[in-house]
């Protein structure tokens, strides 16, 4: 049998870390009957996500375009693609597409059964 073809498995670590984006240590696990959830989030060229807060620890992948994460005491982290975030938990922030093309997101959440993942805030 000939092995020309084959190509070598790779694996790469992207993230590993115990602190969000901003060097806040990640919370403890929650209580209860674990639910991950798995989202894309699209969000147009110059259009911002409403200010938000996850109640569970969170990491992303920015798989197309670029994306800025601010605070509301103005922390920010600034994102292209290929690029990775560990998301704030508990903290209230929102996502502003910054560049000229759709910015394509992927989340996966470690939740609990029953609570929400993410809680807008209301103005």
């Not at 992207?14 to 969000?20: A, D, E, L, R």
């Not at 060097?23 to 060229?45: C, F, K, N, Q, S």
């Not at 509301?72 to 938990?89: F, H, M, W, Y």
């Amino acid at each position: 049998a000939s092995r020309k073809n084959l190509q070598e498995i790779s694996v790469e670590s992207i993230v590993k870390t115990s602190n969000s984006w901003n060097g806040d240590e990640l919370p403890a696990y929650g209580t209860g009957t674990p639910e991950v959830t798995m989202l894309r989030i699209t969000i147009p060229p110059g259009e911002s996500l409403k200010p938000h807060k996850h109640l569970c620890i969170n990491v992303g992948l920015l798989t197309k375009g670029e994306l800025t994460v601010m605070t509301e005491t103005d922390q920010s982290l600034r994102l292209k693609a290929g690029d990775s975030i560990v998301e704030l938990v508990n903290t209230w922030h929102y996502g502003k597409n910054t560049g000229k093309k759709p910015a394509e997101i992927v989340v996966f959440y470690a939740g609990i059964k029953g609570q929400p993942i993410t809680v807008l805030k209301n103005d």
